[in-house]
């Protein structure tokens, strides 16, 4: 549920009562005497599906299209109609307003973004390295790869160019990150002797698992594409769906930095190309839900 406020602009106000009246949405009303080319305030509770098109209505019969609109989550609604409204909208969407502010929140500041996409990624070598899917999945959970993939797809169904420049450049900020992370851990455990001489890291089972990719590396792709919009529209947990599509890359983009480590020009091309896939596949199922 929604709370929304508007500034009706002079002249605008019956005509913008009218059309919620013909809606059956109650409100409240108050005089504006902050600025002169508005009369008035008017607050209204919405079905959070039903924000979009009321909004678009009211810009039908004189709101703003970028005048003052504040939209705010609401516990709970006592209203006559309220009921009868929600009926008449049984499609789950978000406003344009909200699917925006909702993805660029996803999308974490630069600095929060490189320090744990480094960490998640050194921790994801360590868990491959030593056979460990439990410490695989752990760096999967702090890593910060579903805000920009959520960010580029919302950006781009919605012509936001600034929001699909960010969440493009965050995406291959971060798997470039994280594939020179895992080569510099890597070779840190390679030239210090920390893994025992000889150590062949592509005999590992959880390395190999990277290295021989197959129809079921892209089902978790796709699922993760599908779950990371409807986190985004239906409130489910960010952080478990963020670890599914982390799991779809950071991985395969660990093992990347490993074969370089190593030399092996072979296992590169393998896990790059895991890594390549599931990125296409990640973006693209999320474009198409989101459109």
């Not at 480590?261 to 790059?272: F, Q, R, T």
Request: negative net charge.
């Amino acid at each position: 549920m929604r709370l929304v406020h508007v500034l009706v602009p002079r002249g605008k106000r019956n005509a913008v009562l009218q059309e919620l009246d013909d809606e059956g949405i109650d409100y409240a009303v108050s005089r504006e005497v902050g600025r002169d080319e508005y009369e008035a305030q008017v607050s209204f509770p919405l079905p959070s599906n039903a924000v979009e098109p009321v909004l678009n209505r009211l810009r039908a019969v004189g709101l703003e299209e970028d005048g003052f609109t504040v939209i705010v989550a609401a516990e709970t609604v006592v209203s006559k109609r309220f009921d009868e409204l929600r009926s008449n909208y049984a499609d789950p969407t978000l406003s344009r307003p909200e699917l925006i502010a909702r993805a660029e929140d996803m999308a974490p500041a630069l600095s929060t973004f490189v320090v744990m996409t480094i960490v998640s990624a050194v921790v994801a070598t360590t868990g491959l390295l030593s056979n460990s899917a439990a410490v695989i999945i752990g760096a999967m959970i702090i890593a910060p790869v579903m805000g920009p993939a959520i960010a580029a797809s919302v950006g781009s169904v919605l012509s936001n160019r600034t929001l699909f420049r960010r969440g493009v450049g965050l995406q291959v900020l971060g798997v470039g990150l994280a594939v020179v992370s895992a080569l510099a851990f890597s070779l840190l455990l390679k030239e210090t002797l920390l893994v025992p001489p000889g150590f062949d890291p592509f005999a590992v089972p959880q390395v190999q698992e990277r290295l021989t990719p197959n129809v079921l590396s892209l089902v978790i792709a796709i699922g993760a594409g599908v779950a990371a919009v409807f986190s985004l529209t239906r409130g489910v947990s960010s952080v478990l769906v963020g670890a599914m599509i982390a799991v779809a890359l950071v991985p395969p983009a660990a093992t990347v930095g490993i074969g370089i480590a190593w030399n092996d020009p072979l296992a590169i091309v393998e896990a790059g190309t895991l890594l390549l896939v599931n990125l296409l596949a990640v973006n693209l199922v999320a474009l198409g839900s989101c459109g």
